[in-house]
């Protein structure tokens, strides 16, 4: 007699339920997925910081046509200061003849009182009779995990040439001052060179309008036309370049970078010190990372309840499939065990 063969036969032949190795993988997997990304939320909440935002500069061309209603007349073109040598030498205890000098500065200072030092910098910028070019402000609030941010600015200021050392040495009443670098640079040669060119300009543009005057064709008074274009072009352009020399020349830079803090910098620590405040530090830091674990659980609590009711539900839906294809073989293998007994018994109850 023929045996029905068992409909599902990859299922094992012992009774036994191990489990399902992939099952259990994919749990395994699952559950190091949630601890990671509970690990990367608490690492996560304390991160904060900002980009510095730097003004753009902008270009723009220029374009010209002729146009023969127009009165191509000699144009006033802004020239530099003709005094202007006579300010050489510009920072007080630097009359040093022929150079032009441009200076500049770093300033970095801690605050207890962030608002105090605010207006006394902005008091000593317009007793100098400077002003503020630039400027960037953070901090001042509390986040979302409750802690606060300390306030930080960082400005850029400019100051006239002969009061620079002199607002440098009144930045001790701003704050706890940790770090002041001050430097200056030579522009002699590149405002002498710019001048030089702009008047050779200006003397090319007028002999291009004289040239104008005398063209005698059309195809002659378009080529003068492009060249007195591109001249007028260089001529705005090392006019502008001019004006920028002489304004960093008039007005030094200094930026000044002020930070809000609980405890000002003190002298130097020894090194005992400073492996003593390492310790604290990282105590504080591991103290804060388990505060901030325990609120990103608290967050998380409903999506790891959703996870976990969703994967218990995958589980048990596994195993009764499986308790059911056991029965069924369970099933199959009683009724195979039935048939062979008949057989056996047909065999032993047939005549020789």
Known sequence: MQQRP?????????????????????TKLIALALLAAVFLTACGRKASGGDYDYPAAAESGN?????????????????????????????????QAGLILTFSADVDIETLDFEQSMQAIRS???????????????????NYGGYYVSQSVDMQIKVPADRFQEF????????????????????????MDTKARLESLESQRQRLMAMMDQAETVSDLIQIEAQLSETIYQIESYTSQMKIYQGLADY??????????????SNPKTFGER????????????????????LTLIELLPV??????????????VKARKARKQREYEAWVAEQQKLQAQAQANTNTDPQ
């Open 168 to 191: 440098l040495n009144g930045t001790a009443q701003f704050g706890n001052v940790t770090s002041v670098n001050s430097w200056q640079e030579d522009i002699t040669g590149a405002y």
């Open 124 to 142: 000593a910028i317009e007793a100098c009779g400077g002003y503020i070019s630039s400027q960037r402000q953070n901090g001042g609030y509390t």
């Open 6 to 26: 068992f409909p599902d036969t990859h299922i094992g032949r012992t009774t036994k339920n191990k489990g399902d190795p992939k099952m259990n993988k994919w």
């Open 63 to 95: 374009s010209f046509y002729y146009d023969e209603s127009y009165d191509y007349a000699p144009m006033e073109v802004p020239a530099p200061d003709p005094t202007y040598e006579g300010k050489q030498g510009n920072s007080a205890g630097d009359k």
């Open 304 to 317: 790891l309840i959703l996870l976990a009711v969703i994967v218990l539900a995958v589980v048990k839906v």
């Open 275 to 294: 492996i003593i405040e390492t310790f604290r530090r990282t105590g504080r830091n591991f103290v804060d990372f388990c505060e901030d674990l325990v």
């Open 252 to 265: 030094s830079t200094i930026d000044i970078s002020l930070r809000e803090v609980s405890v000002v910098t």
